[in-house]
């Protein structure tokens, strides 16, 4: 059996490692644009003598992984594979890093609460002021009539009120999706669980408690992929002990998860992968049982790019799948002391006042982390804002970490010029699941199948879920349906 996979970022790679294992005669080629793999997974080391280690390594897309819930079980599922588990640089849940998250608000860090009892003193805080009356209005608030999507902003106000779901819900959403609530949908993003819980229990906070209690957080569905995944009982160990880690980040960064990967092909003999090779044709083939990638046939094909260039392969129904971008600026100072907050870092909520350059939330990379021995810190800037107010776009890297040492000043008190900065603009790299996602996403996959008698499949950070445990759950999920389709 042949397959290609277009795309070599972590979606396209894991479907492609999972395929090579499920059905090791399958000849895989990899199609990648680009004269490297990874995508977003950006991990760059840059020489500096203000290092003990003689450079600083930043992470110019993604850093932290998630180990629980269903895509985290993925994640530890390829990471244990890959044999990487030492790799692993798990974030505990009693460090700073997992206790101290901050909410920036409106001119001051809050601290989000960890504990109930931080719960009740966290009120006094500006961002934290709505939560007590937000939680009575869940109480007693009925539940929507009627099954069709809504955007999470509506979701949370319905339920919350308008001032917790702009003081917290917003923050959370620009750290997640740079995006905007009103205009994400509830039912594809994160928080679509909670949309089931108020159909079913009507008060989401009783109904998340009842829920656990009750094991329905799974589907039928998901309980056979957690079945399936958990059946390597080493995995299941890792899985196990990784429990207490709300979080995990990598040694040598993200993109080591890459290098194993392209390490792994290039020691077997069934994935063969095609740099500098862009995919500029899709179509089912003349006798229509094989896929034609580019002037080559295969059986089965991946597409693991955007959205947009699916539309362009394919006269197939456009998805309305919008992207924002993101500035990412990384410092670094040799003295640690400048960083006085202990912490994972802060996130700004929709309405900030006084935040021209739009400031998404700072990262404390140093604290989960410190070879370098000092302080490390990612601003992230932009976001959905750049899109409606382009002009605030720096226009050069020396601009963006301008900006970016301007809000540290402001907001963690750092006036010392940074040893090392970094920035980058990572262009249209966060997908934007609008309203109606799910439905546009089924249209599309009817389209595929009559189309292309399921000799397509799709995946990647557009399709369903943009984490990096996401990317991997689907590649998972895509290798089994065609290695069923292959008996
Ligand atoms: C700044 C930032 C921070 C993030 N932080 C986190 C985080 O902390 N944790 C987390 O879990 N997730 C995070 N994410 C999200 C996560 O990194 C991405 O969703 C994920 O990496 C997307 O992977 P992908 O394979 O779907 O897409 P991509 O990474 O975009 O890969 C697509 C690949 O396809 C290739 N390609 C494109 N066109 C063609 C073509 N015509 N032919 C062949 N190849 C083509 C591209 O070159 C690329 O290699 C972050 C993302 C960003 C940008």
Redesign the pocket.
Known sequence: MKVAI???????LSTAFYLSRLIPTCQIDL????SR?????QSVNIPTATSPTGNVLFE???????PSGLAGLATVDLLKQLKMEKSIKPILKDSSSAKNKYIYYPDRLNVVPSSGFQALKSVVQPAFRAVPYALLRDLFQKKKVGNEDESIGSFMERRFGKMFTHRLISSLINGIYAGNLYSLSMQSTMFGFLADIERKYRSVILGIVLASIRGEMLNEKQKLLKTSLLKNEHTNELFKSLRSSPMVSLEGGIESIISHLNADFSASSNVKVRFN????RLALSASKDKIEVNNCQYDYSVF???SD?LSELLPCPAMNTPTTS?Y?VNLFYQDASVLSYKGFGYLTPLHLPNNPNHILGVVFDSEQSNPEQGAKLTV?MGGHNYAKDPKSIPTTPEKAVSYATEAIKQSLGIYTSPDVANATL?RN??PQYKVGHQHQLDNLQSWVDDNLRGRLHLT???YNG????D?ILNGYKTAQDIALKAQ
């Open positions: 277009c795309g070599g970022g972590i979606a396209g199609y990648e644009r680009d793999l990874g995508g977003w997974l110019q897309g993604p850093r932290t992984l998630r090779q862009p995919v500029t693991a790019m955007s260039s993101v990412v992230m990572q790299c966060i990647g950070s557009w943009v984490s990096i445990g990317c």
